[in-house]
């Protein structure tokens, strides 16, 4: 299981919000690899996640990202702890 602290302002960063104008939350990138990269190699799942988790301004360190693609490419579940600062 993961951990991120987010910031109550940035939470759109994470999960989508259909009030918000946030373009590029971690949320939606997470589905579309899980959906298109199962089965795939850990080490080609990483630097997708790395690059979502960039553009979202979260920062996931490089074992959770490590674990996130090790879930997606099993097919199984991911659980992420959320901890809403601010």
Not at 42 to 58: S, T, Y
């Amino acid at each position: 299981m993961g951990e991120i602290f987010v910031n109550a302002r940035h939470i759109d960063h994470l999960l989508h919000d259909p009030s918000s104008a946030y373009g590029a939350p971690y949320q939606r990138a997470y589905v579309e690899l899980a959906v298109s990269h199962r089965g795939r190699p850990v080490d080609e799942i990483v630097p997708l996640l790395r690059a979502a988790a960039d553009r979202a301004l979260l920062g996931f360190t490089g074992a959770d990202l490590i674990e996130q693609a090790g879930a997606i490419s099993s097919g199984a579940p991911y659980e992420l702890r959320v901890h809403i600062t601010g």
